[in-house]
């Protein structure tokens, strides 16, 4: 039982911390029962270890797009990105207020940025509520530069 308690612990992720448990067993023996917990720790944290490795490295896939929501209604919207500092290959979703909307104007944050950043792969997918495309911009872009996509209905 006291192994099993163990465990549940660990898995909660207490298994970085020492733990020393007397008198909560039933063997009236304190040095076995401190080794057997010592060893159920020991095994638990490699567990958890285990456990928390496999979790970090799904959830740090790559080329996972930014996701992104467009402000607006129905008939438009816009979105900005961030382009300051640069991107390479940088996948972006924008979520879409309707259905109806056309190929966004792109405007940059300064006249002089034009030019400094590329958007290929652009696409609507999911019956025209998502825009996705890749952005790639140049490294000597400003912190806080971005670009500003307009949507609008169709014409």
Known sequence: MTARRLLAIA???????????????????????????AAATATAAADTTATTD??????????????????????????KIPIGGGASNKAYEVALTGTNLGEPTVTPSAPDEKGSYEISDAKFTTGGSIYSFTLNAVGSLPQGAYITLDFATKK
């Open 11 to 37: 898995a909660a992720g207490a298994a970085a911390t020492t733990l020393v448990l007397t008198g909560c067993g039933g063997s009236s023996d304190t040095a076995a029962s401190t080794a057997d917990t």
């Open 54 to 79: 496999t979790t970090a490295t799904t959830s740090t896939t790559a080329g996972a797009p930014k996701q992104v929501d467009c402000m607006g209604a129905e008939e438009a919207c816009s979105v």
